[in-house]
């Protein structure tokens, strides 16, 4: 349950230099100076543009299982993520908490959206230069990885974006505190223009056991 938390952020917790490669290989290519800056304004500029996408996502969990579903993004604030399988499970952004659905066991868990990574793809208005410090950054394939954490200790967990070429939100993952890594992956994206109903950022009470937790 805990690791569908973190993969969402969507979720949670380093390194101290800018300068530290975040992925091993000989196509990793370190971003550092004036282009580190620049890179970080383009993925601040492409996180803030989000508005309504969605369209399915695979997740692989610390254990190398994979797992997916349906997924729709709506910012500010909102996220909604259906786990489709033997265990399905519901995880929801509704603005304020992250709320997890369990609907086997019948429980509902529920984070302070602020104390998980999530806050940082969902608040209204990102300043990452502000408002993470940047542990790494650097270019794969034609891909741009950036690892952060937050500034002010309140997210646990190492954020880690990957942007596609033309800087897309393409997935991210998160490092925990224990070090376990969850990977998400956004497919079969597409936008709206048009808001997404309220119904589905909101997760009724009835019939679950409520589980309050601050991370």
């Given amino acids: 349950m805990r690791n569908k938390i973190v993969s969402l952020a969507l979720c949670s917790a380093i390194l101290t230099s800018v300068t530290v490669a975040i992925v091993t290989g000989a196509n990793a290519q370190a971003i550092t100076g004036a282009s580190l800056q620049e890179t970080v304004l383009r993925a601040n500029t492409s996180i803030n543009a989000l508005r309504n996408v969605q369209g399915r996502f695979v997740q692989t969990n610390p254990n190398n299982t994979t797992s997916g579903g349906s997924f729709w993004l709506s910012r500010p604030g909102k996220m909604r993520f259906e786990y489709e399988g033997s265990?399905?499970?519901?995880?929801?952004?509704?603005?304020?908490?992250?709320?997890?659905?369990?609907?086997?066991l019948r429980t509902t868990e529920r984070y302070a959206l602020r104390s998980t990574p999530?806050?940082?793809?969902?608040?209204?208005?990102?300043?990452?230069?502000?408002?993470v410090n940047i542990i790494g950054a650097e270019r794969v394939n034609g891909k741009t990885i950036i690892a952060m954490r937050d500034r002010r200790a309140e997210a646990q967990g190492e954020l880690r974006v990957v942007f596609s070429a033309n800087m897309e939100l393409e997935e991210w993952s998160i490092k925990d505190r224990q070090n376990r890594v969850t990977r998400v992956r956004l497919v079969e994206r597409r936008t709206s223009q048009s808001a997404y109903a309220r119904s589905l950022f909101v997760v009724p009470d009835t019939g679950s056991r409520n589980i309050n937790k601050k991370n």
């Fill in 87 to 104: 265990a399905p499970l519901l995880v929801v952004a509704d603005g304020t908490n992250v709320i997890v659905r369990d609907v086997r």
């Fill in 118 to 131: 999530l806050y940082f793809l969902l608040k209204p208005s990102l300043n990452l230069a502000n408002e």
